[in-house]
C-alpha cells in the first residue's frame, strides 16, 4: 500500500508523469555515469564451465538488502552449496539472479551510499560470481516512485566487480539459455509514467533467444505473476483487484502479452517465501523471496508442490533436456527437487 500512498500525491498532475521524463532504460543516465569514474564495465558474462557448454547453473534469491543475520546465512549457504555442487564438467553455480528489494527500507541516495557494502558487498564477500539484479518497489524509495534511486543502483554497476545492473530492463544470454531481466515495478506504473520502452526491451529479447537457437527462455522480475503468499496473484495484490495500479494489473498485462506461451520459467521475490507453483500460461513459476526474512502464506488458490516460509534460495540447472530446480534452507540443507522436462527433448 505505500505505492498507493504515493500515487496519491499524484492524482490530477500532470507533472508526476513529466518531472520523471525522460526515462533511460537502456542505458545508465550521462549524469550518473560522470559520478562512477573511474568508470568500470557496464556488463560481466556469466562464469561457463570448459568441458560442457550447455549446461547453465544459477542461484535465484531475493528481497535480500536487509545486511541482517539471516542475508549472511544464506550467502554463506549458496557459498557451500555451490562448491559441493562443482564438477569437473562444470562450475556449481555460474551466477545469481538478484530478485529486487536490494536495499530495504527506501534503497539508495546514490552510488556512495554505504548500503552497498553493508547489504551487497560484504554479505556477498565470499561468491566470487556475477550478480544480475533487478529492482523491486523498495528499490525505488519512498511510494516505490524515485526514479534516481533506480538510476544509483544502474551506475553502481561501474563500481563493483560483481553487481551487474546495466539498465532496469535487460536481457543477456548464457550458453543455450537466454534471461530477460524485468523491472516490474516500472510494469505497474506504466500509465503513470507513460514509457512503455520495456515491451521493446522484451520483445528484442525474445528475438536474440530465437536467433541465438536458445533452448531455454527464462524471466525474472520481482513481483510474481502467481502466489500463495499476502502479496498473492498479479491483478489482485493483497487480495485486492479493484485498486488501481497497486492491484498489479499492469505485471499482469506484461506477462500474459509477452511472456506467456513465450518463456518456460519465470522466478519472482516480492513475497518472503519459497515456491514452486503450478505452471500457468505454459510457464514454470517460482517464488524466492526469503533472502534475509520471511513471511507466511495465504491461500491464493494457485497449487504448489513446494512452500516454505523460512530464508533459503533455489538452485536451478539447465541443461539440453531438463529443468532441475533445488531448493535450499538458509544451513545449505536441501528440502525439494523439481524436474521439469524441456517439451520436444
Known amino acids: 500500500m505505500r505505492l498507493l500512498r504515493g500515487l496519491l500525491l499524484c492524482v490530477g498532475a500532470a507533472a508526476c508523469s513529466q518531472d520523471r521524463q525522460p526515462w533511460a532504460f537502456t542505458t545508465v543516465s550521462p549524469e550518473a555515469a560522470e559520478d562512477t569514474a573511474p568508470e568500470g564495465p557496464m556488463w560481466r558474462e556469466p562464469l561457463r564451465g570448459p568441458h560442457r557448454p550447455n549446461l547453465v547453473r544459477f542461484v535465484a534469491i531475493g528481497d535480500a538488502g536487509e545486511g541482517n543475520a539471516d542475508q549472511y546465512a544464506v550467502a554463506a549457504a549458496i557459498a557451500e552449496v555451490c562448491a559441493n555442487l562443482s564438477a569437473p564438467e562444470a562450475p556449481g553455480c555460474d551466477f545469481v539472479l538478484y530478485l529486487g528489494d536490494n536495499f530495504y527500507q527506501v534503497g539508495v541516495e546514490g552510488v556512495d551510499d554505504p548500503q552497498f557494502q553493508s547489504k551487497f558487498e560484504l554479505p556477498y564477500a565470499g561468491l566470487d560470481l556475477p550478480f544480475y539484479p533487478v529492482l523491486g518497489n523498495h528499490d525505488y524509495g519512498t511510494g516505490s516512485l524515485e526514479a534516481e534511486k533506480a538510476e544509483a543502483q544502474v551506475a553502481y554497476t561501474r563500481r563493483s566487480t560483481k553487481w551487474t545492473?546495466?539498465?532496469?530492463?535487460?536481457?543477456?544470454?548464457?550458453?543455450?539459455?537466454?534471461?530477460?531481466?524485468?523491472?516490474?515495478?516500472?510494469?505497474?506504473?506504466?500509465?503513470?509514467?507513460g514509457d512503455r520502452s520495456q515491451e521493446q526491451t522484451l520483445r528484442e529479447g525474445l528475438a536474440a533467444a530465437t536467433a541465438d537457437g536458445a533452448v531455454w527462455r527464462v524471466a525474472y522480475g520481482h513481483h510474481p505473476y502467481k502466489s500463495n503468499g499476502p502479496h498473492g496473484n498479479a491483478g489482485a495484490y493483497e487480495g485486492q483487484d479493484w485498486a488501481p495500479i497497486v492491484n498489479g494489473a499492469g505485471v499482469q498485462e506484461l506477462f500474459e502479452a509477452q511472456l506467456c506461451g513465450q518463456v518456460d520459467?519465470?522466478?519472482?521475490?516480492?513475497?518472503?517465501?519459497?515456491?514452486?507453483?503450478a505452471p500457468a500460461c505454459g510457464v514454470q513459476l517460482a517464488?524466492?523471496?526469503?533472502?534475509?526474512?520471511?513471511t507466511g502464506f495465504v491461500d491464493r488458490g494457485h497449487?504448489?508442490?513446494?512452500a516454505a516460509s523460512t530464508p533459503g534460495f533455489v538452485w536451478v540447472e539447465l541443461d539440453e533436456a531438463r529443468l532441475t530446480a533445488r531448493f535450499y534452507d538458509r544451513e545449505g540443507v536441501e528440502e525439494h527437487v523439481e524436474v521439469v522436462e524441456k517439451a520436444g527433448g
Request: neutral net charge; proline residues 6%.
Open 165 to 193: 545492473l546495466p539498465a532496469r530492463h535487460y536481457h543477456f544470454p548464457a550458453a543455450h539459455a537466454h534471461f530477460l531481466a524485468l523491472d516490474t515495478n516500472a510494469a505497474m506504473l506504466v500509465d503513470v509514467w
Open 265 to 277: 520459467l519465470y522466478l519472482a521475490g516480492h513475497d518472503h517465501s519459497r515456491q514452486w507453483l
Open 287 to 294: 517464488v524466492s523471496g526469503a533472502g534475509a526474512k520471511t
Open 303 to 306: 497449487p504448489s508442490s513446494f
